[in-house]
């Protein structure tokens, strides 16, 4: 947090955007001390950027450039560029579909925040709901993480278990790990706001509690 200003968060995403609501809707409640100042997405049609204009919100389509599974470098400038015009400072990824690289990573260095629908370091990748039921695990959950240059890698600020069932299909195991991230996420964006964690290494430190 910078001075008496209010924290500011900026999210990226590429599809639903439920976890961004269920954030936005944690701040605006006063659950967590923070503003969402911008929202943007690397898909023209992502629901993410609906809502965040329902919410008054600034929200921008960026187009990604070149590659499937990152940004090219104009377009990672563009990112950097209106995170840093929104005063951002905390980045958030709530579903975005595309790994981010060098300048971002140094720009907002042990700021950026994912969040993961299993426990890692299980399933990293993709569908790790599918990759659970093939592994037959009774228990999976979903993981909030800072982001570094690994894939699902970086250090983790908390995460939260969800029974796997027989009966499960992958859609509904994947609505109840959508249900745990809803709450877990904001929670763990609450406490970044607040300054009680810190990266130490490999590890996330919880100072105690006020
Ligand atoms: C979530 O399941 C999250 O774990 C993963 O992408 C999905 C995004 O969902 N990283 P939504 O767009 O927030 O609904």
Same mark, same amino acid.
């Given at each position: 947090?910078?001075?008496?200003?209010?924290?500011?968060?900026?999210? =990226?995403?590429?599809?639903?955007?439920?976890?961004?609501?269920?954030?936005?809707?944690?701040?605006?409640?006063?659950?967590?001390?923070?503003?969402?100042?911008?929202? =943007?997405?690397?898909?023209?049609?992502?629901?993410? =950027? *609906?809502?965040? +204009?329902?919410?008054?919100?600034?929200?921008?389509?960026?187009? $990604?450039? +070149?590659?499937?599974?990152?940004?090219?470098?104009?377009? *990672?400038?563009?990112?950097?560029?209106?995170?840093?015009?929104?005063? #951002?400072?905390?980045?958030?990824?709530?579903?975005?579909?595309?790994?981010?690289?060098?300048?971002?990573?140094?720009? &907002?260095?042990?700021?950026?925040?994912?969040?993961? $629908?299993?426990?890692?370091?299980? &399933? $990293?990748?993709? /569908?790790?709901?599918?990759?659970?039921?093939?592994?037959?695990?009774?228990?999976?959950?979903?993981?909030?993480? &800072?982001?570094?240059?690994?894939?699902?890698?970086?250090?983790?600020?908390?995460?939260?278990?969800?029974?796997?069932?027989?009966?499960?299909?992958?859609?509904?195991?994947?609505?109840?790990?959508?249900?745990? /991230?809803? /709450?877990?996420?904001?929670?763990?964006?609450?406490?970044?706001? +607040?300054?009680? #964690?810190?990266?130490?290494?490999?590890?996330?430190?919880?100072?105690? *509690?006020?």
């Amino acid at each position: 947090m910078t001075g008496q200003q209010p924290f500011r968060i900026g999210v =990226l995403g590429s599809g639903k955007g439920s976890n961004f609501v269920a954030i936005a809707d944690a701040c605006a409640a006063g659950k967590i001390p923070a503003a969402v100042a911008i929202v =943007l997405s690397d898909v023209d049609s992502a629901c993410i =950027l *609906e809502h965040a +204009r329902a919410r008054q919100i600034e929200a921008r389509y960026i187009p $990604p450039g +070149r590659f499937r599974t990152k940004l090219d470098e104009d377009a *990672e400038r563009a990112f950097l560029e209106a995170l840093r015009s929104a005063q #951002v400072d905390l980045v958030v990824l709530a579903g975005f579909m595309r790994v981010l690289k060098g300048e971002f990573l140094r720009a &907002f260095e042990n700021h950026i925040v994912n969040i993961h $629908p299993s426990l890692l370091p299980s &399933f $990293p990748g993709l /569908e790790s709901w599918k990759q659970a039921l093939d592994h037959g695990v009774k228990v999976t959950g979903c993981t909030v993480h &800072f982001v570094d240059a690994g894939i699902d890698a970086g250090p983790i600020v908390g995460q939260q278990t969800v029974p796997v069932l027989d009966a499960d299909t992958p859609e509904t195991l994947h609505a109840r790990i959508q249900v745990a /991230e809803h /709450e877990l996420y904001p929670r763990c964006v609450a406490a970044v706001a +607040r300054g009680e #964690v810190a990266v130490s290494g490999r590890r996330v430190v919880w100072k105690a *509690e006020r």
